[in-house]
């Protein structure tokens, strides 16, 4: 049987390092590294996407209303939109400032404010990740 040791992130890199050289401790490497230690195996999962982290629930809050914008408008239509990054900003404020006022429910979706302050704040990360890609390549 296997034991999973999650990485401590206020470990002092001295400290790491003397640890790394330890035989059998439970080596914090990074923010992302798990140590599963079988027998006298131990796998690094060192520089890895812990995606086991993510608030599923809250994902799937996002999901819905990606769902909702589909069967609104269509698959992906957000990419699109005219002046998306200003838009998508005033729409996460405008959520935002609702649920600030206690307004759980947002009138026309039926759905939380809060899902939809959480999917135009993932639609303004991608816009500024593809922007990054491009300036990337352009300056390659």
């Not at 206020?10 to 079988?38: C, F, H, W, Y």
């Not at 959520?95 to 135009?120: C, P, Q, R």
């Not at 593809?130 to 390659?140: K, L, M, P, T």
Request: aromatic fraction near 10%.
């Amino acid at each position: 049987m296997s034991k999973l040791h999650s990485g401590n992130c206020d470990i002092s890199p001295e400290e790491r390092g003397r640890l790394m050289n330890t035989p059998g401790a439970i080596i914090p490497v990074n923010k992302m590294t798990d140590i599963i230690e079988r027998g006298d195996e131990t796998k690094f999962d060192n520089g890895k996407v812990m995606w086991d982290l993510l608030p599923y629930e809250a994902i799937e809050k996002v999901a819905e209303i990606l769902t909702y914008g589909y069967n609104k408008y269509c698959k992906e239509g957000w990419k699109s939109v005219p002046d998306a990054e200003n838009r998508y900003f005033a729409a996460l404020m405008r959520h935002l400032i609702a649920e600030k006022n206690g307004e759980e429910y947002d009138d026309e979706s039926g759905y939380l404010h809060l899902s939809h302050v959480a999917t135009n704040a993932l639609f303004l990360l991608w816009f500024k990740l593809q922007n990054e890609s491009s300036n990337i390549e352009v300056n390659e």
